[in-house]
């Protein structure tokens, strides 16, 4: 199975803060990498397909980048409705595995 | 809009069996599969399967193969995901999802959970 590693596990920023989170794939995925947002409680969202690719009515201070094993999601300017945990994807084969997770606090 | 209704909060006892159900609407039932996903109180998401809502074909993790089955009604458009000898580490919400399909899949739009507790 292929281990997608996130990067960092959490981190505190604050509102208008760019962030960037990181995900590294153990073997090449092309751009198989979906980004998605989850709050408590609630199910993922998903915000980035295809590495770079927004999803219809996301914002566009999200943003993807990457291709093989190295993959970024970056906010630029945080909002207060951005506080969640962020997950990486791969689809390149199945199973298909998530990152550990990002939490991003303020 | 589209829409998966997923049912409700289930308590079984280990070694019991549990059947959750998504019913979708706003969409072609039979034009995107359904995927499962669950998480762990606390923990990350993890992909449980795959079923082909037009031939039925199935996938599954490969830790779960033989405890898990998944079905498909396309007559009233609802999945079903069954998972037998539970045990407690199966403790978890589960999510049903819409896979877009294609080479590049992803899921874009999700039941809004179902909270299974195994428990003596």
């Known amino acids: 199975d292929i281990q997608m590693t996130q990067s960092p596990s959490s981190l505190s920023a604050s509102v208008g803060d760019r962030v960037t989170i990181t995900c590294r794939a153990s073997q090449s995925i092309s751009r198989y990498l979906n980004w998605y947002q989850q709050k408590p409680g609630k199910a993922p969202k998903v915000l980035i397909y295809?590495?770079?690719s927004l999803q219809s009515e996301v914002p566009s201070r999200f943003s993807g980048s990457g291709s093989g094993t190295d993959f970024t999601l970056t906010i630029r300017g945080l909002q207060p409705e951005d506080f969640a945990t962020y997950y990486c994807q791969q689809t390149y084969s199945r199973p298909s595995t998530f990152g550990g997770g990002t939490k991003v606090e303020i | 809009q589209i829409q998966l209704v997923q049912s409700g909060p289930e308590v079984k006892k280990p070694g019991a069996s549990v059947m959750i159900s998504c019913k979708a609407s706003g969409y072609n039932f039979k034009s995107n599969a359904i995927t499962w996903v669950r998480q762990a109180p606390g923990q990350g998401l993890e992909w449980m399967g795959w079923?082909?809502?037009?031939?039925?074909?199935?996938n599954f993790l490969e830790n779960l193969q033989g405890r898990v089955t998944m079905t498909t009604d396309t007559s009233t458009n609802t999945a079903y995901m069954e998972l037998s000898n539970l045990i407690s580490d199966d403790t978890a919400v589960y999510y049903c999802?819409?896979?877009?399909?294609?080479?590049?899949?992803?899921?874009?739009?999700w039941g809004q959970g179902t909270l299974v507790t195994v428990s003596s």
């Open positions: 079923i082909s809502t037009y031939s039925g074909n199935t």
């Open positions: 999802a819409r896979e877009t399909g294609g080479a590049m899949t992803y899921f874009d739009s």
């Open positions: 295809v590495a770079s």
